[in-house]
């Protein structure tokens, strides 16, 4: 039996481009929990390779101050926020490299 997975609803993985910087990293708090909606949320942005970086934008203006207030961080590049906050969420400073952020699970 060969199992052909359609390309259309294989996620590309995130990668988080340019790696993480030690001063970057070091204004986040040590741990971040993040709630499952506000994780997927941030997830599927970061996924949508057909968003333009304005609506890319847009959208991250729309969720960031969500998670600023959680964490007590303030940003001046939403979209590279959001995109920090889930690296460090799902392990991404535990990962191989600063750059790879880890597959997300499959059921």
Known sequence: MVVIEDPVRVAPSI?????????ELASFPHRIALPLPEREAIE????????????RLELAEILAPVVERRLGVKSTDPVRFLA?????AV?????????TLPAKAKP
């Open 91 to 99: 392990g991404g400073a535990a990962a191989a490299g600063p750059s």
């Open 15 to 23: 990668t988080l481009e340019p790696p993480a910087t030690t001063f």
């Open 44 to 55: 599927l942005l970061l996924r949508r390779r057909d968003l333009s970086p304005a609506r």
């Open 84 to 88: 920090l906050v889930y690296y460090l």
